[in-house]
């Protein structure tokens, strides 16, 4: 059985004004960036990303991000109901 794995990546894009890309790759795990310099690239690029993670050894996995709680609104709850 193979084993699959799940990446994320943030694409940062700037368009010239003669309709030219280019930008910044971003791996959210690792927070690695690589630059492209046009959209034809952007596949090979992230092809690349991975594959250089593959190369690596894993020891130990990132963290994962928790996202904080908001507290309750006390004020929401409140509403519609009438002082006694």
Do not use: C
């Amino acid at each position: 059985m193979s084993e699959e794995r799940h990446a994320s990546f943030v694409i940062r894009v700037v368009q010239d004004r003669q309709g030219q890309i280019s930008g910044v790759i971003e791996r959210v795990a690792t927070g690695a960036k690589e630059a492209f310099t046009s959209k034809e690239v952007i596949g090979g690029v992230i092809a690349r990303m991975l594959q250089r993670e593959r190369a690596l050894p894993r020891t130990n996995p990132a963290p994962r991000r928790m996202m904080a709680r908001r507290p309750p609104n006390h004020r929401s709850s409140q509403f519609g109901r009438r002082a006694a």
